[in-house]
């Protein structure tokens, strides 16, 4: 899909430009739904991305965080980042807002809140930036949802906007005939993310002999995320197990033997980081062990998990990313450097997103076997002309942004008081 294909012809007509606001004299009242959990730190970089746009193109507006999760240290790093953010408990607390805004997330996560809004409220809502796919895709098995049945398309067909943020499910949601006025492309909202631990990051860094520019972050991902191991009402799945067990070698020898690339012909250094809670174990197993000797004494591979601000504050001092997952190149694409997703049909369609940024051919599809052997010399090429990959990182980034700017319009007049 050309990505001008995402737009409609009667955006810039429907909606007055954000200045508008200012007139009511009234300032909006948001409520945000997001934060689905703690486990995964794009789950958690959806919020401060989203936060982060709202503060800078809505700034008069109020805003109220109505999370699902905020433990282990996510809402002490999200206040820490915005001071005056108010987060609520209850459905009592955020219903009094004027809009709900649902956020990023690979389907309409929190459904029943939006459907109880819907009901007992009255007031607008949208939805920013999720995947949608239609009944019965294979991707949602993992997702435990229906995807757009007729229950999603109710809720969709009465939103104030519905943006999507790969262009698959744009597709699947118009030719669903969904209602909504507006139908887009809308990044993910951890594209805006920036929060930072730099003292962190620093210290890291410096123990482990990385410099900046001089390293790449490698991440590693199961077909289905384990989270029986760190999720103590999450049952043991057996299908989903040995669905992992069949295909971990054939998903991660590809980074390899981009790690050995790297370390050998770039001269680089290699750290094998998680974006999930789980994957500090994989990473060892699938990506460190196997490594020949000399490719291991230019490899870090490390074993805590971390929150998104240390994150991000690492990604921005890499010279790019080579992940089986998708919240850490989008992060650190949102901040410029450059990234290689590698997805799977697991992943539902959000991976596809980078062919609709322009960075097509740094999307690779491991279910595709003529691809594998493509990771490799693209991430090396990336390791040899930094100043390249930067540039057609910055290409992709000014694109999103421009698409967060044109989206925050949208919410910015969608919001006003009555």
């Given at each position: 899909m050309n990505r001008r294909d995402f737009l409609t012809t009667s955006t810039a007509s429907a909606f007055a430009s954000i200045s508008s606001l200012a007139a009511t004299g009234k300032a909006p009242r948001i409520v945000l739904r997001s934060s689905w959990q703690t486990v995964n730190i794009g789950d958690i970089g959806h919020t401060p991305g989203v936060l982060g746009l709202i503060e800078k193109h809505i700034p008069q507006a109020e805003v109220t965080l109505w999370p699902m999760d905020v433990k282990n240290g996510v809402e002490e790093m999200l206040r820490k980042r915005f001071p005056k953010l108010n987060i609520v408990k209850t459905k009592e607390e955020a219903f009094t807002n004027d809009f709900l805004l649902h956020g990023s997330g690979p389907y309409l996560t929190a459904h029943r809140d939006v459907a109880a809004w819907k009901q007992e409220t009255g007031k607008p809502y949208g939805i920013y930036g999720i995947t949608?796919?239609?009944?019965?895709?294979?991707?949602?098995?993992i997702m435990r949802n229906n995807g757009l049945d007729e229950y999603c398309k109710a809720i969709l067909d009465t939103a104030s906007f519905v943006f999507l943020r790969d262009g698959m499910s744009l597709k699947v949601v118009k030719d669903a005939g969904v209602k909504a006025p507006i139908i887009e492309y809308g990044p993910d909202g951890a594209f805006g993310a920036d929060v930072r631990n730099d003292a962190a990051a620093i210290s890291f860094l410096k123990q482990h002999g990385l410099e900046e520019g001089k390293y790449m972050c490698f991440l590693p991902n199961l077909r289905n995320a384990p989270y029986w191991k760190v999720k103590p009402?999450?049952?043991?799945?057996?299908?989903?197990?040995?669905?992992?067990?069949?295909?971990?070698?054939?998903?991660?020898?590809?980074?390899?033997?981009?790690i050995i690339a790297i370390t050998r012909e770039a001269g680089m250094k290699v750290l094998i980081c998680p974006e999930d809670s789980t994957q500090m174990e994989s990473g060892k197993e699938l990506l460190y062990d196997p490594l020949p000797d000399d490719v291991k004494a230019k490899v870090v591979w490390r074993e805590n998990f971390w929150l998104t601000d240390e994150a991000i504050s690492t990604y921005v001092r890499s010279a790019g990313l080579v992940s089986n997952?998708?919240?850490?190149?989008?992060?650190?694409?949102?901040?410029?450097?450059?990234?290689?997703?590698?997805?799977?049909?697991?992943?539902?369609?959000?991976?596809?997103?980078?062919?609709?940024?322009?960075?097509g051919d740094w999307l690779f599809d491991l279910d595709k076997p003529e691809e594998l052997a493509r990771v490799a010399p693209t991430a090396l090429a990336i390791a040899m002309d930094p100043a390249a990959a930067k540039a057609k990182a910055a290409k992709a980034r000014a694109f999103v942004q421009q698409r967060q700017h044109e989206t925050m319009e949208i919410l910015a007049q969608a919001c006003q008081p009555a």
């Open positions: 949608m796919a239609a009944a019965g895709d294979p991707g949602l098995k009402n999450y049952a043991f799945d057996e299908i989903k197990h040995q669905r992992n067990e069949e295909m971990k070698e054939h998903d991660h020898a590809p980074l390899r033997d981009a997952e998708m919240h850490s190149p989008i992060m650190a694409l949102g901040n410029g450097i450059p990234a290689i997703v590698c997805r799977f049909v697991e992943q539902t369609t959000k991976g596809f997103m980078w062919r609709d940024i322009g960075l």
